[in-house]
């Protein structure tokens, strides 16, 4: 019934090119046989760089996407907004939270502020507390850090630009974007 340990797993999933999905192991009650399982996703939303604990690029990759990261570096408080908007759903606005994070920043507190951001992203998608603790990532990179987690929900498919209400929208419609890789992930 199981295959030895020697033996590769048996991989196929009709009707789903390019997913493979062990086949052994899952019994068809009907049958007593081994059938396969279909992914419980839409293959055009499967992103295999967004895996468990990884994040889908490193925190030095600002560059991928210029235009953010010089935005960033100018005015991160636009980014933040952003950011902290998906984050919350929607509860609360780019703008506010924007405006806020930029008041700390003259007091010099915003990296505290945007590191329990971060903290609630690695927490809504399984993160990794990479490459060291938020606060820190935060306090010594800021922007670097801010660049990474923009990168991330647009990886995962949010049209940053167009806030919270909007992505739920155009999700609703049926409308999905496929994630934009960056050029560190290319081969």
């Keep these: 019934m199981y295959p030895s340990p020697n033996e590769p797993p048996k991989y196929s999933v009709e009707g789903h090119p390019g997913h493979h999905v062990p086949t052994s192991g899952y019994p ?3 049958t007593s046989s081994v059938q396969a399982v279909a992914p419980p996703y839409p293959a055009s939303n499967f992103q295999p760089h967004a895996a468990a604990g990884k994040w889908s690029t490193n925190l030095c990759h600002c560059c991928d996407d210029p235009a953010n990261c010089i935005i960033t570096c100018f005015c991160p408080c636009i980014t933040f907004g952003q950011i902290s908007e998906i984050v919350d759903r929607g509860s609360t606005n780019c703008a506010a939270k924007g405006t806020v994070y930029g008041l700390l ?19 809504q998608y399984d993160l990794a507390e990479d490459p060291c603790v938020d606060c820190l990532v935060h306090f010594f990179c800021e922007a670097c850090a801010l660049c990474q987690e923009y990168r991330e929900l647009r990886n995962r498919g949010y049209d940053m630009g167009i806030g919270w209400e909007a992505n739920v929208d155009r999700q609703k419609r049926g409308v999905m974007v ?9 081969r």
Aim: overall charge positive.
């Design 28 to 30: 068809n009650p009907m």
């Design 105 to 123: 920043a003259m007091t010099g507190f915003a990296c505290l502020y945007s590191c329990f951001y971060r903290s609630r992203l690695r927490g």
């Design 178 to 186: 496929p994630p934009v890789m960056g050029q560190s992930m290319t």
